[in-house]
DNA sequence: ACCGATTACTTGTCGCGTCAACCAACGCGT
DNA sequence: ACGCGTTGGTTGACGCGACAAGTAATCGGT
């Protein structure tokens, strides 16, 4: 049953090498700017984003969760926390009792607008500036083509809505 | 003093997209494959590996930390918790007593090879295997644009000595 | 030789995420 | 209309990592 596989080769494992150094370290640097300037972590800024990008004013925990690959408690533990600071609301959805819609209030806007040009500052420091156009497109296709493989394991949801990608100062 | 930071357009974002949405999803990937084939966390994983792949038969705290990116309190954690299930030794050192020279043991040497497999295997079928040879050299320039841009920020050590890199099969 | 500063690590506390358990509401079949 | 499985969400306990503080040894100057 098991199958031998094969070693990587240089070119593999430089790429490997790559990939795995990157994520020890963008993540923990992409947390900290946001921490340090607006007090959020990067995934409150992403739960908000997708609250503020989205067309209706509310959306349903589910539906968050979705759109931005969390689980339902963690999501629930979030928006607890940020409507104890009152960056969001969660009230009882009509049509469907068990649900719950969470909306933005506008204390929660302003904090989120706020935090928009830091980040993007630090995205492009780190990322966007630090390419040139031709590995703009490669990288999209790089994650899009890892992502799809990603889609088809067991546990993780296939298709996510995603929205921090149009970030815009609104 | 704050700068005017222009909006990404259509191809920055969506590169931007695909790197978060990767980010989200492959770390967590990797992480279960290893926990639940070898009961290893993917650090975990990487510190055997350094010991493993590392010439001398030991190593200080500091260079394992250095090589991996980890901050000393996790370290330590973390070799605590992998000397009480016996897959690593703490000795303190001969020549600089406030040091202590961790190594790994019989057991942990065979955890480490049993577990290699699986993750190359991983590896390959989530990133490597879904990428052309071009994809693959793109990738190693794009990490390495932005590992240097990260390696200028403050908080983080700027060079590594990175071991995953040679997965081999001893 | 001694005192302050630095290095090397450890320990404790706290915050966040996961997992498991739970509860409430919906909805379908009979 | 009743029961049972499913869906939507919350809660609690545990584990890991970050941060801060503490300890112990070494270095460097005088």
Redesign the interface.
């Known amino acids: 049953m ?2 031998r ?1 094969p ?2 080769n240089d ?17 923990s ?1 992409l947390d ?1 700017q946001l921490q340090r300037d607006s007090g959020l972590t990067h995934f409150e800024f ?1 739960v908000l984003s997708t609250l503020q990008l989205s067309p209706e004013p509310t959306l349903r925990m589910t539906a968050i969760a979705q759109a ?2 969390a689980t339902l408690p963690r999501l629930s533990h979030v928006c607890g926390r940020l409507e104890k600071r009152g960056l969001v609301v969660r009230s009882p959805c009509a049509e469907d009792r068990r649900a719950t819609n969470v909306g933005l209030t506008s204390d929660g806007r302003r904090e989120l607008i706020r935090a928009v ?1 830091g980040h ?2 630090t ?6 500036d ?2 040139t ?1 031709d ?16 889609a088809d ?1 067991p ?2 949801p296939p298709q ?1 809505y ?1 929205a ?6 609104p």
């Open positions: 098991k199958r596989v070693r990587m070119q593999e494992s430089q790429a490997w090498l790559g990939l795995t150094a990157m994520f020890s370290l963008l993540p640097a900290r992403v931005t690959d040009p993007i500052a995205a492009r420091r780190l990322v966007i630090a390419l156009p590995q703009l497109d490669a990288l999209t296709e790089i994650t899009g083509a890892i992502i799809a493989r990603l394991e546990g993780n996510a995603r921090e990608g149009s970030l815009t100062q």
